[in-house]
């Protein structure tokens, strides 16, 4: 007994690093103390450092509300958290995410022309041409790559956040990510045209709203014309008509 009380006022005299300290202050209310998730958190166990890199990088997390997640909410109100305590974080959270993809490293500078050819075999049908997000359906949404950095959108392709699928490196070799990262970086800086919600780009439902537009206007000028190039004995007349009266 004397050596198990030892232990325990030992552990207690033991200061927590920082990353246990910033996960019980800005994660465990969520993902729980044991980071085995809770109903307003996932796991984390065996997600991937990739996973928790691009939540904490993007702004994601730490939410203010469980289960809302806004991107760059650091850059709007100073909520993100610092480089330094993300990194300190995901230290600590290294041997619990275990299993998942880790952290992937990309060179800034790669063969963008090939990083073309593999956006539009691997991005485009979700993200556009040019980068600017696109409805999947069922209120799903493919985000805008504006503002994104390599590390995220390499964490991205890695960790398949939200709808997106996960790359492995069978699909997506740390060869072709050196090269598709970098084109996402060409698209931003390239420049986006800029546009008007909800037609942010082609898809069904910009085009069925403008098809149903389009109707409703065209019923409307049929109808606005055909009453008044009618003179009213007419109109009359053919009121009577179809209410099974002669005319007079």
């Known amino acids: 007994m004397v050596p198990l009380a030892f232990a325990v006022l030992l552990a207690a005299a033991t200061p927590a690093s920082s990353g246990e300290l910033l996960y019980t202050t800005n994660c465990a209310s969520c993902h729980g103390i044991d980071r085995a998730g809770t109903p307003n958190g996932p796991t984390l166990r065996g997600v991937g450092l990739a996973s928790v890199d691009f939540f904490l990088i993007t702004g994601r997390m730490p939410a203010a509300v469980p289960h809302l997640e806004v991107g760059d909410r650091g850059r709007r109100i100073g909520e993100r958290l610092p480089l330094d305590q993300i990194r300190a974080l995901e230290a600590y959270l290294a041997p619990v995410v275990a299993g998942g993809p880790p952290i992937p490293h990309v060179a800034a500078s790669g063969d963008t022309q090939r990083g073309r050819r593999l956006y539009a075999l691997h991005c485009q049908q979700c993200h556009a041409v040019q980068g600017t997000g696109g409805d999947l359906g069922g209120l799903d949404w493919a985000p805008a790559l504006r503002g994104v950095t390599i590390g995220a959108v390499a964490d991205a392709i890695r960790a398949g956040p939200g709808e997106m699928p ?71 007349e053919s009121v009577r008509r179809d209410e099974g009266q002669k005319p007079g």
């Open 166 to 236: 996960q790359f492995g490196e069978h699909q997506v070799p740390d060869s072709d990510l050196d090269d598709l990262a970098p084109y996402v970086m060409q698209l931003q800086a390239a420049g986006q045209p800029r546009v008007v919600p909800p037609f942010r780009s082609t898809g069904p439902v910009p085009e069925g709203a403008i098809g149903y537009l389009a109707i409703v206007v065209l019923v409307a000028f049929v109808f606005i014309f055909w009453r008044s190039d009618t003179p009213a004995p007419h109109r009359e």
